[in-house]
């Protein structure tokens, strides 16, 4: 028998099973696994039980949110399916890197932004006349390398933009680009304490008023997904997929 796990979750004293109201995937139900001092909401089934459909990935979402409110979570990737005894020792075996993730997002949520930032490109190389497998080679590397570099400077600036008016709410942040022919498209990922959500909210508003050059998106509060940290370590001790 093996077991779907949806998050990991710490005060167990204000957590218990009749709490877990929420049906899980495919509707299985949800019980939560007490291993040591930390809880583990899971479904029990064989892994045919639970298909990776839009439909589970709601659900799988739905669990981790149902404890947003009472507890803090570190949720696993969706699709993580194992069997109790190798979760146990995951638990047991990682539990001081555990505990460090649980205090790093204690008392905080993820808040999400989605950026279409409208920049100018001024180093797209020109067009090249035909070339030589050896210098087509080296071209196609310095491209790449010139890539990374333009990358790490413009989530530098974005990030200093974002810091400018958000820094003393953030107490981490991620951020990724997916580059268009026309814009930047940015998604940014930071945790905020609970207390800071509307203050949160209120600041990016004023960043969309000040900065028509960028599109935000503004979602959350979610379960702290983008800094559970916890999705290598579990994958390459299990192999799980």
């Known amino acids: 028998m093996k077991v779907y796990a949806y998050c990991l979750v710490e005060d167990l004293d204000t957590l218990h099973a009749p709490d877990v109201q929420v049906r899980g995937i495919e509707g299985a139900a949800v019980r939560l696994l007490k291993i040591d001092d930390v809880g583990v909401l ?58 460090k993730s649980f205090a790093h997002v204690r008392g905080c949520v993820e808040m999400d932004l989605k950026i279409i930032w409208r920049i100018a490109k001024t180093d797209q190389p020109p067009e090249k006349e035909e070339q030589g497998p050896g210098t087509a080679f080296l071209e196609k590397k310095r491209r790449e390398l010139l890539g990374d570099e333009r990358q790490t400077a413009l989530k530098a600036e974005l990030s200093n933009l974002l810091r400018k008016d958000l820094g003393d709410l953030i107490r981490d942040e991620q951020i990724a680009l997916r580059p268009s022919k026309t814009a930047e498209l940015a998604a940014v990922f930071h945790l905020v304490e609970r207390a800071n959500i509307q203050t949160y909210q209120e600041k990016v508003q004023e960043i969309r008023n000040n900065r028509p050059d960028l599109k935000i998106r503004l979602s959350g509060p979610w379960p702290p997904y983008s800094f559970a940290n916890i999705e290598l370590e579990f994958k390459s001790q299990f192999g799980v997929s």
Do not use: W
């Open 42 to 99: 899971v479904s029990d089934g064989e892994p045919n039980a639970f298909p990776l459909t839009k439909e589970s990935a709601i659900a799988h979402a739905a669990v981790v949110g149902s404890v947003l409110d009472k507890t803090t979570s570190l949720p696993f990737r969706f699709g993580t399916i194992i069997s109790e005894q190798q979760l146990r020792h995951y638990v047991t075996t990682y539990k001081p890197a555990l505990e």
